[in-house]
C-alpha cells in the first residue's frame, strides 16, 4: 500500500531564507507527484505537477524535483516570504490497476515565514 | 470565474441526523471526489465519481453517501451511522478519468455535532 510522509510536521524560518521541504513514498510506482499549499480553513490549491518521467518542474520562486528511484520530493522555495506562510502537502498518483485515478496525500508541513 | 462552490461553509449536525453537504463546479470536469481532513492529518478519499451515474468507494466510505445525477454536482450524505462525523470536508475535481492534470478544490465544509 502506497504510503507517504513529509517531514518535518512544522517549519519557521526567518523572511528571505531559501528552504526545502522534503516527501517521501513508499512504491516508485507512480503516475505523477503533486505539490499543494493549504491556508488555514481553505481548500488546497495545486502548485506543480510533476510527471513520471520528468524530474523537475518551476513556477516562480518554486522548484519541485522528483527521484521516482529512491521515492523522493523536494519542494523548493527560494527567498521565502511572509506570504508563503501556509501547509504544504505532497500527492502521489499510484500507478497500479484501478489506482491511476486516487492521489494519496501525505500529511503536509506547516511553514511559518517570520518577518 | 469557474471553480468549485461548497455549501454551506459550517454545518452542525444533531445526534441521529443526516446532514448533506453540497458540491457544484463550472470547470466542465468529469470526476469529482470528497475527501476528509481531521486535524494534523492528510486527506482521506471518502467517494469518488468519473462519470454521471457512477460512483467508487475511497478509503473510508461507510457512514457516508453519494450521488452523481449530474456532471457538474455531486453531493456528499453524512449519515448518522458516521460516528465520528466532526471534520473539515474538501470537494475535488478534475478533467479526465486519470489524474495527470491538478486536480481543483472547493473552500471546504466544516461539520461539527450539536
Known amino acids: 500500500k502506497q504510503e507517504v510522509t513529509q517531514i518535518p510536521a512544522a517549519l519557521s524560518v526567518p523572511e528571505g531564507e531559501n528552504l526545502v521541504l522534503n516527501c517521501s513514498f513508499t512504491?516508485?510506482?507512480?503516475?505523477?507527484l503533486q505539490w499543494f499549499r493549504q491556508d488555514p480553513g481553505k481548500g488546497l490549491t495545486s502548485l506543480l505537477l510533476i510527471q513520471s518521467s520528468q524530474r523537475e518542474q518551476t513556477s516562480g520562486r518554486l522548484n519541485a524535483s522528483l527521484d521516482k528511484s529512491s521515492g523522493r520530493s523536494t519542494l523548493y522555495i527560494a527567498a521565502s516570504q511572509p506570504g508563503d506562510s501556509a501547509t504544504y502537502l505532497c500527492?502521489?498518483?499510484?500507478?497500479?490497476?484501478?489506482?491511476?485515478?486516487?492521489?494519496?496525500f501525505g500529511k503536509g508541513t506547516k511553514l511559518t515565514v517570520n518577518p | 470565474d469557474g471553480g468549485i462552490t461548497q455549501s454551506p461553509k459550517y454545518l452542525f449536525r444533531k445526534e441521529g441526523q443526516n446532514v448533506t453537504l453540497s458540491c457544484e463546479q463550472n470547470?466542465?470536469?468529469?470526476?469529482m471526489y470528497w475527501y476528509r481532513q481531521d486535524p494534523g492529518q492528510g486527506l482521506r478519499l471518502i467517494y469518488y465519481s468519473q462519470i454521471v451515474n457512477d460512483f467508487q468507494k475511497g478509503d473510508i466510505a461507510e457512514g457516508y453517501s453519494v450521488s452523481r445525477e449530474k456532471k457538474e454536482s455531486f453531493p456528499l450524505t453524512v449519515t448518522s451511522a458516521q460516528k465520528n462525523p466532526t471534520a473539515f470536508y474538501l470537494c475535488?475535481?478534475?478533467?479526465?478519468?486519470?489524474?495527470?492534470?491538478?486536480?481543483?478544490f472547493g473552500d471546504g465544509t466544516r461539520l461539527s455535532i450539536l
Open positions: 470547470l466542465n470536469h468529469d470526476a
Open positions: 475535488a475535481s478534475n478533467f479526465g478519468t486519470v489524474l495527470n492534470q491538478p486536480q481543483h
Open positions: 500527492a502521489v498518483t499510484p500507478l497500479a490497476q484501478g489506482g491511476s485515478e486516487k492521489l494519496v
Open positions: 512504491d516508485s510506482a507512480i503516475y505523477n
